[in-house]
């Protein structure tokens, strides 16, 4: 069984999230623009689901709007900021010269305000407002910037931490300024009151992706007489406020996840959550002796747990746990890719060790008592593979000279061609290059000799002496580190030297799939 805690980077869609979208595509399928009966019952959803946002957002006035997700949201609030500034500054008047967002704020936020500044030909000074230690907007820095802001942007918490921003404090610094207020509500949404009246927040956006409703859909809330601008004109939907025919699917949906959060019956209490990750952080305390947590817990919301462990980094932790079946990640997911250290754990100023080494294990506000017993024994059974297998060598494996350079050459084999030569009498030599610990956890579903990566260069050797038309495919979690291990052996002169195609996380070929690579055998 899969246990996933990586809930920040997104969910698993709801049963009864799925059955609202199910009922409009199936049933409720009019255009909730049209007059006649099936679009005014389309209508009624849309409007039932609006209002649900509306309470559970302490949102009883101002702009409601449905968007395609949050990044969405954020472009229309940097918009509708810089474009009223635009207007004032070409009609005469004194404008502010600073957009200020928290150090930690998701890419989205930064790179929004820089690409509408440019674009509307503002020039205006983009600044980080630096966090503490502790993850949290130095107030101080703020009290004293305040009075150029024209925008500040400050999430309610940190998508990567976990950590909760003071918004009481934040809303004092800015009062009595004219400073508009941008509170990105992402990862707060089902954990958190935002009273976004109460605390005269200017703009904020939501995500259904992460509060378990299907992606593209998401919400912009806008304090009555802030300033607005659509971001997409057009047949005058939203009222106006956003062009094109709504997202029905993905706004029932949405609408169902936000009735549900009005009751206790799907989204867990507080306390529930505080006792979940009480029993996390017991079982990784025992898996992973020294493990340090990179945020503190008391300003933390409680489903975010990020940590680091002395002397493993975090890919070495992360493929640990893919192998027992646990998805965590080692920071934001849109970062995951780049696999660089994260820049919110920088920002924060910790120390590099703890930077290299964090993972983010995040669970969801609905995630019941089952999965985090299930989770506690995965991760008391990766501290038990790791002290029975160590790490050999705690850096990744590095080819000992670069093989190539310029572009690296494509050693992949799609798993169909695999399939081909398992199948046609010739199997080729398998290697599985997956360190010991991994194999101990999840044997891998093809028989495989065994070559960790970390001691790879002994192995290689061994290879050398094969004949030349001998087929040799490297396995490994994701493909990575068979590549290295193919281009390696090439290097070497063994010019038949492949990696599983996605790795053996696609391994057995699903049937239906596309076809991830177009390299032959
Ligand atoms: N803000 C935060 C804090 C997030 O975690 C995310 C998602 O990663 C976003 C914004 C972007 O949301 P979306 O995927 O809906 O565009």
Partial sequence: MEIYLDANATTPVLALARAA??????DTY????SVHGSG???????????????????????????????????????LSVLRALRDRRDAGQPIATQLLYGATEHKAVPE????????????????????GQDGRHDLDWLRAHVADAAMVCTMAANNETGVISDLDGIAAVLAGSEALWLVDGVQALGKLQLRLLERRIDYAPFSGHKLYAPK????????????????????????????????????AALGAVLQALEGTEVFAPLARLLSHRERLVAALGEAFPGLVFNAPLETSLPTT??????????KVLLNLFDAAGIRVSGGSACGAARAQPSDVLQAMGLPAWQTESAVRLSFGAADGTALIDAACARLRACGEALRAAPVAGARAWQPAAPAETGEEACVDMAAA?????????????LVDVREAYEQALQPAALAAQAAPLSGLDDALAGWRALPAERTVVFLCRSGQRAAQAARAL??????????????????????????????TA
């Fill in 21 to 26: 979208a199910q009922a409009v595509m199936a």
């Fill in 417 to 429: 061609t695999l399939q081909q030569l398992l199948d046609g009498g010739q199997p080729p030599l």
């Fill in 490 to 519: 090439r290097a070497q002169g063994h010019a038949r030297a492949f990696s599983l195609a996605g790795g053996l996380a696609l391994w057995p070929v699903q049937a239906g799939a596309p076809v991830a690579s177009t390299a």
């Fill in 112 to 131: 929004a305000l820089k690409h509408w500044n440019a674009v509307l030909g503002l020039g205006l000074e983009v600044l980080a407002i630096p966090v």
């Fill in 216 to 251: 593209g859909i998401g919400l912009l809330y806008v304090r009555e007489g802030a300033p607005f601008t659509p971001l997409a004109a057009g047949g005058g939907q939203e009222d106006g406020q956003r062009a094109g025919t709504e997202n029905m699917a993905g706004i």
């Fill in 305 to 314: 747990l990020n940590f680091s462990v002395p002397g493993l980094p975090s």
């Fill in 40 to 78: 005014l019952k389309a209508r009624a959803v849309l409007d039932g689901a609006r209002a649900a946002a509306r309470r559970v957002l302490g949102a009883p006035s101002g702009r409601l709007l449905f968007t395609s997700g949050a990044t969405e949201g954020i472009q229309t609030a940097a």
């Fill in 30 to 33: 009019g255009n909730p623009s």
